[in-house]
């Protein structure tokens, strides 16, 4: 076997057990003193074999690549809307969720809407920081291998920054409590790692590695243009969508700075320039946004097959059973107007009544919930730009971003409004539009901590009652209990107490 063929086995072992073992393995790869690739070619390999290995490709779309599947899975995307406000629980649990054949067992419906789900979190904990692992490996060779090619050394590596800064940020976002400036997260950022006591960094010291990672990538895009075909996220629209997003979450939290909403500002002027054409004006145009078949919709398209995974709490016809009718909250389903186009491809409605349309969210067969969500979404920045100019006592420019918004989704203007009331109107514009969409919501609830939620339910014959208020404990997941084992300079996220029923 040659020295290119038991590299290439090498990494393949290593990326095997990556994905397969806990937090101190995958970190630890590969093994001290071993090199597993010896050129930028079989780096390239191994990372198109990533991104290619971790996601499963959409059929006929035009602007989509393969991406990590690890992005967003069916169980993630259940429990972040479960611990949300979008839909009415108490209405859906009684006519549509256990009544009268039930999709899953009762006790599913319990852990999610009691916020008693210990088994998702592990999962984004472990799945997340081996994409961390993996990109730490990954660049570390890219930085050992003496060749002169420079262009595609920064093309390998200004991908790996940003989807090291991506996941590192969610993580942030997840695990992190948000008003306590001293519990960030554990961040490693080199390969072949001997000690795990590993305590967590403060928010201020994650958010600098997370926008050090994008700045960099920023900086080698603009002299090395990506590799069309095998680039993904080494886009500079991306890129910028991504600080955006970074500098906007911070600028709430305990870690802000003065100058946040000035970089959020910045950012999303990039990532939103050249943009009003491409985004959807029509029911039809939403769909095929979501689907990745919208014409120069400049978004990235992530489609892992989940197959109605997330039918359970959503809705599907699958199997000739599936929860139907899920009503909407009643104060979400007020905001939309009749004439804007979410309405029609988010709802049915019934006698006044707004349930999810059987069709959403990207207008395919009822009989699917393929879970396609959008990332580095045009959108997403402009909301972020209204509420920066609003941030910054900039009243007239935030109406008038707020209004090229609403004109989009035909949702009427923004008339007269200043102060609180326009930054309400903006919240709502970010609820209506992110409608049960990936962590969106909960974020959003984390970020702003102005709303209760109260549940009252009966399960297993006993009544629960729930109150999660703002900046509640919840906002900031369970650090999974094999990880504190491993590492005991880790502090877990205080009062998580599993319910057993």
């Excluded at 809307?81 to 009544?99: G, R, T």
């Excluded at 928010?203 to 990672?213: F, L, T």
């Amino acid at each position: 076997m040659n020295t290119m063929k038991k590299s290439s086995l090498l990494f393949t072992i290593c990326l095997i057990v990556i994905l397969l073992v806990g937090c101190k393995d995958y970190l630890n790869l590969p093994p001290k003193n071993v090199r597993a690739v010896i050129s930028l070619t079989d780096a390239k390999r191994v990372l198109g074999g990533y991104l290619e290995k971790f996601a499963l490709v959409a059929s006929s779309t035009i602007n989509s690549m393969p991406g990590p599947a690890v992005t967003y899975t069916a169980d993630q995307i259940s429990m972040f809307n479960a611990y949300s406000d979008d839909i009415d629980f108490a209405e859906a649990l009684v006519s549509s969720y256990i009544a009268p054949q039930p999709t899953k067992p009762e006790s599913y419906y319990a852990n999610l809407l009691l916020f008693n789900d210990f088994t998702t979190p592990t999962t984004i904990w472990n799945s997340y920081y081996s994409c961390v692992g993996f990109t730490n490996v990954l660049i570390s060779q890219i930085d050992a291998i003496n060749e002169d090619n420079q262009t595609l050394r920064n093309q390998l590596k200004g991908e790996l920054l940003i989807h090291r800064a991506f996941h590192i940020f969610k993580l942030l976002e997840y695990f992190a409590p948000y008003n306590d400036a001293k519990e960030g997260i554990p961040v490693y950022l080199k390969a072949g790692i001997e000690n795990f006591t590993n305590p967590r960094k403060s928010q201020k010291e994650v958010y600098q590695i997370i926008i050090n990672d994008l700045e960099e990538a920023l900086k080698l895009i603009a002299i090395t243009p990506p590799k069309e075909g095998f680039n993904i996220w080494y886009n500079t629209r991306y890129i910028n969508n991504l600080l955006a997003q970074v500098y906007w979450f911070k600028a709430e939290s305990a870690a802000k700075e003065n100058d946040d909403y000035k970089n959020a500002k910045k950012y999303a002027l990039e990532a939103t320039k050249n943009t009003d054409a491409f985004i959807p004006k029509t029911v039809d145009d939403i769909y095929k946004a979501i689907q990745g078949k919208l014409q120069g919709y400049p978004a990235y398209m992530n489609s892992p097959s989940m197959q109605a995974g997330v039918a359970g709490l959503f809705g599907a016809v699958y199997m000739n059973y599936s929860p139907t009718n899920i009503k909407i909250d009643t104060e979400l389903f007020n905001l939309y107007s009749n004439s804007d186009i979410r309405y029609s491809a988010y709802f049915k409605v019934v006698d006044g009544i707004g349930t999810i349309n059987p069709i959403w969210p990207d207008g395919t067969s009822p009989a699917w919930k393929r879970g396609q969500f959008l990332e580095f979404q045009p959108e997403e920045a402009f909301l972020i730009l209204a509420e920066a100019h609003y941030r910054m006592n900039e009243t007239n420019e935030s109406i008038a971003v707020l209004n090229r918004f609403k004109s989009f989704r035909n949702a009427g203007t923004a008339v007269g409004l200043s102060g609180t009331q326009l930054l309400n109107e903006i919240k709502n514009e970010r609820r209506k539009e992110f409608f049960c969409l990936k962590d969106s919501r909960w974020i959003a609830l984390k970020r702003y901590g102005d709303v209760t939620i109260s549940r009252e339910f009966v399960f297993f014959q006993k009544l629960y009652s729930l109150v999660v208020p703002p900046n509640s404990f919840r906002y900031a997941l369970p650090i999974p209990l094999t990880e504190l084992a491993i590492n005991p300079d880790l502090t877990d996220n205080p009062g998580w107490l599993p319910i057993v029923f």
